[in-house]
């Protein structure tokens, strides 16, 4: 599904499936060694799925370890990110000297329960998803979720470049039904390669009952 929308500078790999296939190092079992079945699975499966799509870019496997603030810490040269979630897992890596930040999330497409969109969200991004939700299409969709579900992928880009936290209504999404969403960013931002950083485009898709959504900024020339 992923590879739906994504740029063909990256590489990806996903799973519906959790996968007994992959060995983890030390380090990796460690961070894992107290953690709950499914915790266990997801983390193992996820790193199945990065492996695949380093090797792609030409790197042998390594400990993936999540760093501060549990962002991952990808080989030198790679920019990526992981995402998981109930029947889901995957990874998308690019050259850092390509890609400047990556952000993938997937999410069951199932609303979000009562009162989460109202702290999630923004007025004007609530008008947008009554817009969409009243715009008759043949499927309903939840939007809300997907609204959930980019701004979990614009953390995962915004933080490894940043450092810094930022909390949901720092955002400001707008979502396009042909797949395509626009974030502004409502708070100062560093540069990203050479350019203010102002926002972030992506895109998002649906299917197998899940929601997922990308981010993936490619460096200028
Ligand atoms: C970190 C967070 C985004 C993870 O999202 P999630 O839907 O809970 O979890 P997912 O399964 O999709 O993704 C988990 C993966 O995200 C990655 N991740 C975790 N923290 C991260 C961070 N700070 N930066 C980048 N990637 C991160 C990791 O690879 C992790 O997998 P791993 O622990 O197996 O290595 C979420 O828990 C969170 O803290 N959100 C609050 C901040 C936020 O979303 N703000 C909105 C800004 S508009």
């Given amino acids: 599904m992923i590879g739906d929308i994504l740029p063909a500078a990256v590489r990806w790999s996903?799973?519906?499936?959790?996968?007994?296939?992959?060995?983890?190092?030390?380090?990796?079992?460690?961070?894992i060694a107290n953690a709950v079945a499914k915790r266990q699975a997801e983390f193992t499966t996820v790193r199945a799925c990065a492996r695949e799509a380093l090797a792609e870019l030409g790197h042998a496997p390594s400990p993936l370890i999540p760093?501060?603030?549990?962002?991952?810490?990808?080989?030198?040269?790679?920019?990526?990110?992981?995402?998981?979630?109930?029947?889901?897992?995957?990874?998308?890596?690019?050259?850092?000297?390509?890609?400047?930040?990556?952000?993938?999330?997937?999410?069951p497409l199932q609303p979000l329960p009562d009162g989460v969109l109202e702290a999630i969200s923004r007025p004007e991004e609530r008008t947008v998803l009554a817009a969409l939700t009243h715009s008759g299409a043949a499927s309903p969709i939840?939007?809300?979720?997907?609204?959930?579900?980019?701004?979990?992928?614009?953390?995962k880009a915004w933080y490894p470049v940043t450092g810094k936290p930022l909390d949901f209504p720092?955002?400001?999404?707008?979502?396009?039904?042909?797949?395509?969403?626009?974030a502004r960013l409502l708070v100062p931002a560093p540069q990203l390669d050479g350019r203010p950083l102002t926002g972030f485009d992506g895109r998002w898709t649906t299917g197998n009952g899940l929601v997922v959504t990308s981010i993936v900024v490619q460096r200028a020339g």
């Fill in 67 to 107: 760093g501060t603030r549990g962002a991952p810490g990808w080989p030198d040269g790679v920019a990526g990110s992981m995402t998981h979630c109930l029947g889901y897992r995957a990874a998308v890596v690019g050259h850092a000297h390509e890609i400047a930040a990556v952000g993938i999330d997937a999410e």
């Fill in 170 to 182: 720092e955002a400001s999404v707008r979502i396009s039904p042909d797949g395509t969403f626009t």
């Fill in 142 to 155: 939840a939007w809300d979720r997907v609204l959930f579900s980019i701004k979990e992928s614009i953390y």
């Fill in 14 to 31: 996903q799973s519906f499936t959790d996968r007994g296939d992959v060995e983890l190092f030390p380090e990796e079992r460690a961070v």
